[in-house]
C-alpha cells in the first residue's frame, strides 16, 4: 500500500496500464474517468428521455424499430420484420422483458413511470453531478489552487469506483422482475416503501441502494475536497485570491457533506420498511407519509444547488476570460454563493406547499425561497457588469457561458411563479415544473458544463476541440433546447400534469385554448429529437479532438488561473516547483500593463490593485 | 405573439377565489417579463458593443459598490412586496380557520388506485351513518355555494386538482385535509390525479358536475327524497 | 457506513502516516493536518446522518399524545442497566484521552494500557446493549412493533453500529501501537481515531436521554 502513495509522486516512474488509466490515483486521470463516464450516462439519460417522448407525442403508438407497424395494428397483417418478431414473442410461453414492458412496442404505463424516474435520477446523480463535481472538481481544485494532487488520492479513486459500483447497481434494476422504481426521482411514500402498492419490488430497493452508495461516494469526495482546498493552496494563495470556480466547489463540497448524511437515512428508513416490516411511512402502522418529504427536499433543496453552483463558478471563470476583463464585484460573487448554499437549507418547504403539511409553514417557505432572488440577482447583474466595457471573443466556451446566464435567469424567474404559494396551487405538479427544473439544470448546468468541457479540453488531452464543430453543436443545441422546454411553460399555464403517460385522456388537454395540448406535446418531441441527435456532434468532437485534435499551447486562452502556469499535457504532480500566487485570478487588461492578462504567478507591479506581495507570503 | 402571453393559456376560471390565483400570476408575470427583457436587452447591447474590435481594449473594472447595493435593494423590496401580497391569497384557500361557513353541500373525497370516492353525509349531516351516499369519480355540487370537502386517501398519496378551480391539494393516507371552493359556472369539470400514484396515475380521473340551484335540488330530492 | 469508514481510514494512515516524503511547502502553517480535517469532516456529515434519523424521532415523539404508543405501553426500555451503561462508555472517553495525552508525553506503555482499557470498555458497552436487545426481543418488543419499536431499534442500532467502527477503528490502533508506530511527534493516528471515539461517545447521552429518558 504504501508504494502507492510514494508513486503519485515519483514524476519517472513507468506505470502500468491498469494503475495508469484505471485505478489511478492521479486527481486528472480521475477527473478524466468522471468526464467520460459522466458523457456515457448523459446519452443513457437523454435515451430514455427520447423514449418516453415519443410516448407523450403519440401515445399509445409503437415505438418506431421496436415496435409492431401499423398495419399489423389495425389489419393484423404481418409487414414488417418487427412484426414477425412480436408474433413470435407472443407465441412462446416465456415473458420476455420487452413484452413486460413494451407490448408491440408501445411504452406500458408502469414503464413510463420507470422511464422518467430513471431519467430524472441518472441525469441528476450520474449525469450531473459526475461532471460538475467528479469531473470538474477533480480536474480543476489541485490545479488551480498549485498543489499536487488532492490530500487522499485513495479516497479520491475509491470515490470514482464506488460512484461507478452506484451506477451498476442502478443500471441493474431495469432487468429484475417487477421492473425498475416508478415512484419520481423523488420517490414519495407509501407508493415507494410498501411492495405491494406500486407491485414494483427489487427494482426500488435497488435505487434505494444505489443512491446510498452514491451517497458514500459524495461523502469521499468531498471530505476530499474540503481538505485540499483548505489545507493545501499554493503559497499566497488566499482564501480572496481563489478563483470562483473554487469557491464554488468548496461551497458544494460543503453541501454534499451535509445533505446525503440525511437522505441516506430516510433511505434507510424506506428500506427498512420494504424489508424488515417497519412502518415508518405508513399511516396505517402509526408512521407519516409526510415525513420522507420532509427528509428528501431538506436533502433534495441543498442538491439543486449543488447541481448549479459549480456551474455558476465554471460561467464565472470564463467570462472574464473571454471579456477580457475582471470580474465584476469579485466579493460580492463569493457572498452571493455563500448566501444561496447558507438558504438553500431554510426553504424545503416549497416543494410541499399542496402537501398538506400545515399551511403557516407555506408562508415561511415562501419568503426564504423567494429571499434566494437576492444574491442569484447579485449575481446575475454581476456577470452582465462583467461584460460592460468588455472585449468580448465569442469563443465556443464563451457561447456557452452566454447561454447559461440567459437560460438560468428564465429558469430562475420561473422559480419565482413556484415559490409563490398561492400561485404554486395551480402550476404544482404541472409541465410549468417541468419546464423551470430543465431551464435551470440543462440551460443551466449542462450548458455550463459544455463551456467547461471545451474551455478545459486543452489542458485535459493536450489539444484542443474543433471550434467550428463546437460552434456547430451550440447552435443545434441552444436553439432545440428552447424549442424542447419553453412551450413546456405553455402546458403547465394550460394545466398539463406531469409523469402522465397519456395527455390525451384528459379532455381539457385536448381542448386547451388556444391550441390543443397535443400538436405542442408533438413539436416538443421533434426538437427533443434534433437535441438528442446533436448531442452526437458533442461526442464526435470529444473522442476525436481526444487523437487528433490539433495540440494546445501551454495557456490558449491568456488566462490568469494556475492551471495554465502547469505545462501541457499536465504530469504527475502538476508544477514543477509549487507556484507562487501574487494576486487574484481576474487581472485582465490592467492599465499600463504589457499585455491583457497578468498570470496570478507573475507580480503585477505598476497596478493600483495588485500590491505587490512579499515572495514567501503564506496562506491565509 | 398571443402564445408568449402566458394568462391566455389559462383554462377559464371558475371559482372564487381563482381570480385572485389569476392575478397573482398575472401580476408576476409581468415582473418576470420585464426583468428577463431588461436582463436580455443589456446583454445582447455589451455583446453587441463590446464585442472584440481591433485597437480597443477592455476597461479594467472591478466593480461598483453602488451598483452592487441598488440591484440588491431593488429586488429585495421586490420578492418582499411579492410575499406580502400573496399572504392574504393563501390564507383565503388554504386555512381552514378562514374558511367561509355555511357550506351548501360538504362531501368527503378519498383518492384510492385508481378512482376518487365521492361521499356524501346525508341528510343527517355525518358520515358513516345509513343515508351515506358514496358515488365512484362524481361529485355534484351546487353553483354560488361554498363546498366544504373533506380529503383523505386509502393508499398512496393523490392530488385532488381541478384546473378551472384553480385548485390543488394532495391527499394523504391516514389523515383528512380540509379544503373549500365556491364554483361560479354550471358545467361539468374534470378532476384529474396530480401526484404520482402507481401505474394508474395516468387516466385517474373524476367528474365535478357544478349544477344549477334547481339542479342540485333536484339531484338531491332524486337521492334522498324530500 | 463501515466499509466506508474503514476505507478513509486506511487511505488516512496511508497518506499521513507515511506522508515524510512528499514536500512539506503547502502544509507548514496549516493549523490541522489532512488527517485531522478529514475526520473532523467526516464527523460533521455522521452528525447530519444522525440529526436524520433524530428528526425522524421527535416527528413521531411529539406527534404522539403518548409515548410509548398505547400498543407498545407495556414496553419497559431498560432505563437502570443502560444508564450505568452510559457511564462506561463516557468512562471510554475518558481513558481514550488519557491514552492521547500518554504518547504526547511519549509514554508508550502507558498508551497501549489506556488503548486496551478503552477497547474494552466499548465491547462491554456493547455486550450490554445487545444483551438488553436480545431481552427487549424474547419480550416481543420488535423492529416491527409499530414505530415506537422502529424508531428505537433504528437509532439505537446505528449508534451501536458506530461504536463497532470505532471498537474496530480503535483496535487497529492498538496493533499499530503494539508495532510502536507513534511517538511524541507522529501520533496522528491515534489522535484521529480519538476524535472518532469522542463523536459516539457524546452522541450517546443525547441519545440516552431522548429515547430513554424524555
Ligand atoms: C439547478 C437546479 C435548480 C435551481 C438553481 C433552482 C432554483 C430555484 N427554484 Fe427550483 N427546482 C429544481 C431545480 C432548481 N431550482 C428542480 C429539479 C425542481 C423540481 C423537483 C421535482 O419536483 O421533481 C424544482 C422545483 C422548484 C419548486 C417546487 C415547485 C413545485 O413542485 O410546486 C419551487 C417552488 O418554490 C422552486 C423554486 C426555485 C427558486 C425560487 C429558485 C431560485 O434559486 C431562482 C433564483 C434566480 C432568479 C430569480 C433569476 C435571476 C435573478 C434576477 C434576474 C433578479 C431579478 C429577479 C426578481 C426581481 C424576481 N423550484
Ligand atoms: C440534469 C437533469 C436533466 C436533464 C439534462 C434532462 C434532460 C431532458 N429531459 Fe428531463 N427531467 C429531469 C432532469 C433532467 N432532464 C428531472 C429531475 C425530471 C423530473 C422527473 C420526475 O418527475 O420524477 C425530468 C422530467 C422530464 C420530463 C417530464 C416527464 C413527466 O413528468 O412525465 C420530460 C418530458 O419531456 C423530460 C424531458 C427531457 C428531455 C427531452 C431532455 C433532453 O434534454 C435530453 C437530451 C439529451 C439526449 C437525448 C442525449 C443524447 C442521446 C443520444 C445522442 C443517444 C440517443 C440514444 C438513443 C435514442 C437510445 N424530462
Ligand atoms: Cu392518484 Cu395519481
Ligand atoms: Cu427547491
Redesign the pocket.
Known amino acids: 500500500m504504501n508504494d502507492h502513495a510514494h508513486d503519485s509522486h515519483d514524476h519517472h516512474h513507468e506505470e502500468s496500464f491498469v494503475r495508469k488509466y484505471i485505478f489511478s490515483l492521479d486527481h486528472k486521470m480521475i477527473g478524466k474517468q468522471f468526464l467520460i463516464f459522466g458523457l456515457i450516462m448523459f446519452m443513457v439519460g437523454g435515451g430514455l428521455a427520447l423514449l418516453f417522448r415519443w410516448q407523450l407525442a403519440w401515445p399509445d403508438r409503437p415505438v418506431p424499430i421496436i415496435g409492431v407497424s401499423q398495419t399489423y395494428l389495425e389489419e393484423g397483417e404481418v409487414a414488417t420484420a418487427a412484426d414477425r418478431k412480436w408474433e413470435e414473442r407472443f407465441d412462446d410461453d416465456k415473458e420476455t422483458w420487452l413484452e413486460t414492458n413494451m407490448p408491440s412496442g408501445v411504452i406500458d404505463p408502469a414503464f413510463y413511470n420507470s422511464l422518467f424516474t430513471m431519467h430524472?435520477t441518472i441525469m441528476?446523480f450520474f449525469v450531473?453531478v459526475p461532471l460538475l463535481v467528479g469531473a470538474f472538481g477533480n480536474f480543476l481544485i489541485p490545479l488551480m489552487i498549485g498543489t499536487r494532487d488532492m490530500a487522499f488520492p485513495v479516497l479520491n479513486m475509491l470515490s470514482f469506483w464506488s460512484n461507478m459500483l452506484g451506477a451498476v447497481i442502478m443500471m441493474a434494476g431495469f432487468f429484475v422482475p417487477g421492473g425498475h422504481a416508478g415512484a419520481?426521482?423523488?420517490g414519495y411514500a407509501p407508493l415507494s416503501s410498501v411492495v405491494d402498492l406500486s407491485g414494483v419490488n427489487w427494482g426500488q430497493n435497488l435505487w434505494c441502494i444505489s443512491l446510498i452508495v452514491m451517497g458514500i461516494s459524495s461523502l469521499m469526495g468531498s471530505i476530499n475536497y474540503i481538505t485540499t482546498i483548505i489545507n493545501m493552496r499554493a503559497p499566497g494563495m488566499t482564501w480572496f485570491r481563489l478563483p470562483l470556480a473554487i469557491w464554488a466547489l468548496f461551497i458544494v463540497a460543503i453541501l454534499l457533506l451535509l445533505a446525503f448524511p440525511v437522505v441516506a437515512s430516510a433511505l434507510a428508513l424506506i428500506l427498512f420498511d420494504r424489508m424488515a416490516g417497519t412502518s415508518f411511512f405508513l399511516a396505517t402502522g402509526g408512521g407519516d407519509p409526510l415525513l420522507w418529504q420532509h427528509l428528501f427536499w431538506f436533502f433534495?433543496?441543498p442538491e439543486?444547488?449543488?447541481?448549479?453552483l459549480p456551474?455558476m463558478g465554471m460561467a464565472s471563470e470564463m467570462l472574464p476570460v473571454f471579456a477580457r476583463k475582471p470580474i465584476f464585484g469579485y466579493k460580492s460573487m463569493v457572498f452571493a454563493m455563500i448566501a444561496?448554499a447558507f438558504l438553500s437549507w431554510i426553504?424545503w418547504g416549497?416543494?410541499?406547499?399542496?402537501s398538506g403539511m400545515n399551511p403557516a409553514l407555506g408562508l415561511s417557505?415562501?419568503t426564504t425561497?423567494?429571499l434566494?432572488?437576492?444574491?442569484?440577482?447579485i449575481?446575475?447583474?454581476n456577470w452582465l457588469g462583467t461584460l460592460h466595457r468588455a472585449s468580448i471573443r465569442f469563443t465556443v466556451p464563451m457561447l456557452h457561458s452566454l447561454a447559461f446566464v440567459s437560460m438560468?435567469?428564465?429558469?430562475?424567474?420561473?422559480?419565482?411563479?413556484?415559490?409563490?404559494?398561492p400561485v404554486?396551487i395551480y402550476?404544482?405538479?404541472t409541465y410549468?415544473?417541468?419546464a423551470?427544473?430543465h431551464y435551470?439544470?440543462f440551460g443551466?448546468?449542462v450548458f455550463a458544463i459544455f463551456g467547461g468541457i471545451f474551455y478545459w479540453f486543452p489542458k485535459m488531452y493536450g489539444r484542443h476541440m474543433n471550434a467550428t464543430l463546437g460552434k456547430v453543436h451550440f447552435w443545434i443545441s441552444f436553439l432545440a433546447f428552447n424549442g424542447v422546454f419553453f412551450p413546456m411553460h405553455i402546458l403547465g399555464v394550460g394545466g398539463h400534469m406531469?409523469r402522465i403517460a397519456n395527455p390525451m385522456q384528459y379532455e381539457f388537454l385536448q381542448q386547451m385554448q388556444p391550441i390543443s395540448a397535443q400538436p405542442i406535446n408533438v413539436f416538443i418531441t421533434i426538437c427533443a429529437f434534433i437535441l438528442g441527435a446533436a448531442q452526437f456532434l458533442l461526442l464526435i468532437n470529444v473522442f476525436w479532438s481526444i487523437f487528433r485534435g490539433k495540440v494546445a499551447e501551454q495557456n490558449p486562452w491568456q488566462a490568469n488561473t494556475l492551471e495554465w502556469h502547469a505545462p501541457t499535457p499536465v504530469p504527475h504532480g502538476n508544477f514543477g516547483a509549487i507556484p507562487q500566487v501574487h494576486h487574484g485570478p481576474y487581472e485582465y487588461s490592467v492599465p499600463g500593463a504589457d499585455k491583457d492578462w497578468t498570470p496570478q504567478t507573475e507580480p503585477n507591479g505598476e497596478s493600483p490593485h495588485g500590491e505587490p506581495v512579499p515572495a514567501g507570503a503564506t496562506a491565509d | 405573439m398571443k402564445w408568449l402571453n402566458f394568462p391566455a393559456w389559462l383554462p377559464e376560471n371558475v371559482s372564487t377565489f381563482g381570480q385572485g390565483v389569476d392575478n397573482l400570476f398575472i401580476l408576476?408575470y409581468w415582473?418576470?417579463a420585464i426583468?428577463?427583457l431588461a436582463?436580455m436587452a443589456v446583454l445582447v447591447v455589451f455583446i453587441i458593443k463590446y464585442r472584440f474590435q481591433e485597437g480597443r481594449n477592455a476597461e479594467y473594472i472591478e466593480g461598483s459598490t453602488t451598483l452592487e447595493i441598488v440591484?440588491t435593494a431593488?429586488?429585495t423590496v421586490?420578492?418582499f412586496g411579492?410575499a406580502m401580497l400573496s399572504l392574504p391569497q393563501w390564507n383565503k384557500i388554504k386555512f381552514p380557520s378562514q374558511f367561509p361557513g355555511n357550506p351548501g353541500a360538504v362531501v368527503q373525497v378519498n383518492g384510492k388506485q385508481f378512482n376518487w370516492d365521492m361521499t356524501y353525509p346525508g341528510p343527517d349531516g355525518e358520515w358513516g351513518t345509513d343515508d351515506d351516499l358514496q358515488l365512484e369519480n362524481q361529485l355534484h355540487v351546487p353553483v354560488n355555494e361554498v363546498v366544504h370537502i373533506r380529503l383523505t386517501a386509502d393508499d398512496v398519496i393523490h392530488s385532488f386538482f381541478v384546473p378551472q378551480l384553480r385548485l390543488k391539494q394532495d391527499a394523504l393516507p391516514g389523515r383528512f385535509i380540509n379544503m373549500w371552493f365556491e364554483a361560479t359556472k354550471p358545467g361539468t369539470y374534470e378532476i384529474p390525479c396530480a401526484e404520482l400514484c402507481g401505474f394508474g396515475h395516468s387516466g385517474m380521473l373524476g367528474y365535478l358536475t357544478v349544477h344549477t340551484e334547481e339542479d342540485y335540488a333536484a339531484w338531491i330530492s332524486e337521492r334522498w327524497g324530500e | 457506513m463501515m466499509v466506508f469508514t474503514f476505507r478513509v481510514f486506511s487511505s488516512i494512515l496511508m497518506n499521513e502516516l507515511d506522508h515524510t516524503s512528499s514536500e512539506p511547502v503547502e502544509g507548514d502553517n496549516r493549523p490541522l493536518s489532512n488527517a485531522r480535517l478529514a475526520v473532523l469532516v467526516l464527523v460533521a456529515a455522521e452528525i447530519m446522518f444522525f440529526a436524520g434519523l433524530i428528526g425522524t424521532f421527535l416527528v413521531f415523539r411529539l406527534g404522539s399524545v403518548t409515548w410509548p404508543p398505547p400498543a407498545q405501553a407495556d414496553v419497559r426500555l431498560p432505563i437502570g442497566v443502560t444508564g450505568l451503561n452510559t457511564i462506561v462508555l463516557l468512562l471510554s472517553g475518558y481513558t481514550m484521552l488519557q491514552g492521547l495525552r500518554a504518547i504526547r508525553h511519549d509514554r508508550h506503555k502507558e498508551l497501549k494500557n489506556w488503548l486496551c482499557v478503552t477497547g474494552i470498555l466499548g465491547v462491554i458497552f456493547l455486550a450490554v446493549q445487545g444483551s438488553e436487545w436480545v431481552r427487549l426481543v424474547h419480550h416481543g418488543f420488535t423492529l416491527s412493533s409499530g414505530v415506537y419499536g422502529s424508531v428505537f431499534y433504528v437509532l439505537i442500532g446505528c449508534h451501536a453500529l458506530h461504536v463497532l467502527i470505532a471498537v474496530l477503528w480503535l483496535l487497529a490502533v492498538f496493533v499499530r501501537a503494539i508495532a510502536g508506530r507513534f511517538s511524541m511527534n507522529h501520533y496522528v493516528g491515534v489522535e484521529v481515531c480519538a476524535i472518532y471515539w469522542a463523536f459516539v461517545v457524546v452522541l450517546w447521552p443525547l441519545l440516552y436521554v431522548l429515547v430513554y429518558l424524555i
Open positions: 430524472a441528476v450531473v419520481g426521482w423523488t433534495a433543496h439543486v444547488y449543488i447541481l448549479i456551474g444561496i426553504v416549497h416543494h410541499m406547499f399542496q417557505f415562501m425561497t423567494m434566494i432572488a437576492v444574491p442569484s440577482a449575481k446575475t447583474f438560468f435567469v428564465i429558469g430562475g424567474l420561473s422559480g419565482i411563479f413556484m415559490a409563490n404559494a404554486d402550476i404544482h405538479d410549468f415544473i417541468v423551470h427544473i435551470v439544470v443551466g448546468s406531469r | 408576476i415582473i418576470t426583468v428577463f436582463v440591484w431593488a429586488t421586490i420578492v411579492l
